[in-house]
């Protein structure tokens, strides 16, 4: 909408930047424009009532214009044709990977050596764990950012990652980084300042003399870890005061309703689109903003600045795409793709939470109903938006979907979360799985899952047990998770180790850093001896790799897996079989996934139920054509064998 003052106002500013408003920086101009009235609204939103706000808007107005000012050629070049593609990142073309550079291979300047291993794999993408300052010992795996522009010295430097950027670019591929938003690690320059006395940083986190508001608060709290960081506050000696600490006693929250918080934080943000980041991964967004009486988690000021960091980046570096790390309910997290007037405004990417549990849920069960049960809500993500999809990640596996979905499947909700506790954690008569309960909350009874794909798939127990036949199971079920996950509609991300077999590495219990916090079992230090398996004839590690490799350039010819609002479930005729259709203007690829332990059997009638009936379907993954057969006849899918149909 056309606002004069503000428009006069940014016109002024941009003239006085030598902003060539007319000519080579008329995109800029425009995207300013275009975007102003809403940046002006969703910041007034949330610090209209600040005294100060003109002049905190003036500054935001500035540092808009100087990012951009200060965004290298190339990125900007590199935005123009990530532009002209639409909507780049829903493209079936890209695979990621998430890792830890210190696990993975030691240094920064390693992994630019690893490059090769990508690309025979075919991932395009890569997610570095956290890189910059964190202390050492406990960082809670670099979530805790002493400092958000310096390399941490164990990974290198930065030159080290702007050459790893680089080369990265000329490659073709793209980097992910994580803002850490919600919190500092509590030897940041910002924190050591407010423990000094310094008032101005103790107004940068939430802070409090007595445990009058603390008591208040934690009351409608939840815990995050409660194990090993009871309640959301930790006093600190020094200062004589308590200071909100959610996740870990050393990771201090931000007050965001301070905009100078804001404004530090959003610099860093531009600072990281301008080193070249292509999708910023936000960390823990659902809770940067805190209310007494709530939950202090997905509360709508989290989502107006969310929108307001969104339309700051489409002005000054459109090019980078935003990623709202949010494990949340399956309802809250549709959320963060923006609502209403903000509709696929908010954060491009999620990760889908939701369907990795789920899909964890239909290996333990053999049953695909919840699954079914909650994918009214899932398909609610609007065009234009995408998910990370994933089997794995570095953290533990959360069953947070709703009582309804179990219900409706028939479960009693309490009992079958118990089960799936069970059957993961290695409890269960009949379980192939070994890992480990995480966080659990002795109040609530609740817990999450910590373990590799391989263990909780079955092949550390196999292995242990040097029993073949298990093995081949296990690795069947590896690769039926890793399938479905990349064919679900998305990017798929990979956790480092996934794609070599990799169990649960129990050497964090001899580190004090780490032993209190299980999540390090599934995150694997790389033993590149073992990995030279990917190239020895029927290795497990070959197997699971070779496998992967398929997968990912099988994704990459078929255009129907690019995630443009095109999946459609099929009904449900056998509860043991997961079925999607795949389609892109005439293409349409079946999906199939057996989660049970036996053959599954299929009508075919099945296919008959989209449009034209198909005579012939092309598997890509058995690399065979098979004809439709009659409605009273059966399509027979092997113990966890997945189909990939393509109608010829
Ligand atoms: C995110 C990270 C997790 C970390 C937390 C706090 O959820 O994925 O590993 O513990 O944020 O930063």
């Not at 079936?92 to 550079?101: C, D, P």
Request: charged share 25%.
């Amino acid at each position: 909408m056309y606002n004069r003052v503000l428009h006069t106002r940014i016109n002024e500013i941009l003239h006085s930047g030598q902003i060539d408003i007319a000519g080579e920086d008329n995109m800029f101009f425009t995207r300013f424009i275009a975007n102003a009235t809403a940046i002006d609204a969703l910041f007034h939103d949330i610090y209209g009532s600040n005294p100060e706000s003109h002049e905190y808007f003036e500054k935001l107005i500035s540092l808009l214009t100087r990012s951009y000012i200060g965004r290298p050629a190339e990125l900007r070049q590199r935005d123009e044709e990530k532009e002209m593609k639409g909507n780049w990142f829903l493209s079936n073309e890209i695979t990621g990977m998430s890792l830890y550079v210190d696990r993975f291979c030691g240094s920064i300047k390693n992994l630019q050596s690893k490059l090769d291993y990508f690309k025979k794999l075919g991932v395009n993408f890569l997610h570095l764990m956290p890189v910059f300052e964190s202390p050492e010992g406990e960082s809670d795996g670099g979530y805790a950012v002493s400092d958000f522009r310096k390399v941490d010295r164990r990974f290198g430097t930065f030159n080290d990652l702007r050459s790893l950027q680089q080369h990265m670019q000329q490659e073709g591929m793209y980097l992910m980084l994580d803002i850490v938003l919600n919190h500092t690690s509590h030897h940041h320059e910002w924190a050591q300042k407010a423990k000094g006395g310094d008032k101005k940083y103790q107004r940068y986190f939430y802070m409090y003399d007595d445990r009058r508001l603390p008591d208040e608060y934690d009351r409608t709290m939840p815990e995050i870890f409660p194990e090993s960081s009871p309640g959301n506050f930790t006093y600190d000696p020094e200062m004589k005061k308590w200071v909100m600490t959610v996740f870990h006693r050393y990771q201090w929250d931000l007050n965001y309703t301070n905009p100078e918080v804001f404004l530090e934080m959003l610099d860093n943000i531009l600072f990281y689109a301008n080193f070249g980041v292509d999708i910023l991964r936000i960390d823990a967004p659902a809770f940067i903003w805190k209310q007494l009486g709530t939950p202090c988690q997905n509360l709508p000021q989290a989502h107006t600045l969310l929108r307001l960091i969104k339309q700051c980046v489409q002005v000054a570096a459109p090019g980078m795409a935003l990623l709202g790390e949010a494990i949340v309910a399956p309802k809250e997290i549709m959320k963060y793709f923006g609502t209403g007037l903000y509709t696929a405004k908010e954060c491009d990417f999620a990760y889908n939470a939701t369907h990795m549990a789920l899909q964890w849920d239909a290996l333990a069960t053999a049953d695909t109903r919840v699954m079914l049960a909650a994918q009214h809500e899932i398909l609610q993500k609007p065009y234009g938006t995408s998910w990370i999809t994933y089997t794995r990640c570095h953290d533990d596996i959360g069953l947070g979907y709703d009582d309804y979905m179990i219900k409706q499947a028939g479960f009693n909700p309490f009992e079958h979360r118990r089960f799936l506790k069970e059957y993961y954690s290695g409890n269960h008569s009949n379980t192939p799985a070994k890992g480990a309960l995480f966080s659990v909350n002795p109040k609530t009874n609740d817990a999450r899952i910590s373990g590799s794909l391989a263990s909780l798939c079955g092949l550390e127990k196999a292995i242990g047990a040097k029993d073949e036949v298990a093995i081949d199971y296990a690795i069947r079920r590896i690769i039926l998770m890793q399938a479905h996950s990349f064919f679900i509609g998305g990017v798929p991300m990979i956790f480092y180790g996934d794609e070599a077999g990799y169990t649960n590495d129990y050497s964090y219990l001899n580190d004090p850093g780490k032993s209190y916090d299980n999540r390090w079992m599934h995150r694997p230090v790389i033993d590149w001896k073992k990995n030279a398996n990917i190239d020895r004839e029927d290795t497990v590690e070959q197997r699971i790799f070779s496998a992967t490799q398929k997968l990912i350039s099988l994704r990459r010819k078929i255009f129907a897996v690019g995630d443009y609002k095109n999946l459609t479930w099929m009904t449900p005729h056998n509860i043991h079989v997961a079925g999607y259709l795949r389609t892109f203007e005439e293409q349409k690829l079946y999906c199939l996934f057996n989660f049970l332990d036996k053959p599954s059997y299929l009508t075919w009638h099945a296919f008959k139920e989209h449009g034209a009936e198909p005579r012939i379907l092309f598997d890509h993954w058995q690399q065979k054509e098979m004809h439709v057969g009659y409605d009273h006849e059966y399509l027979v899918i092997e113990p966890y064998q997945f189909l990939l149909l393509e109608v010829k």
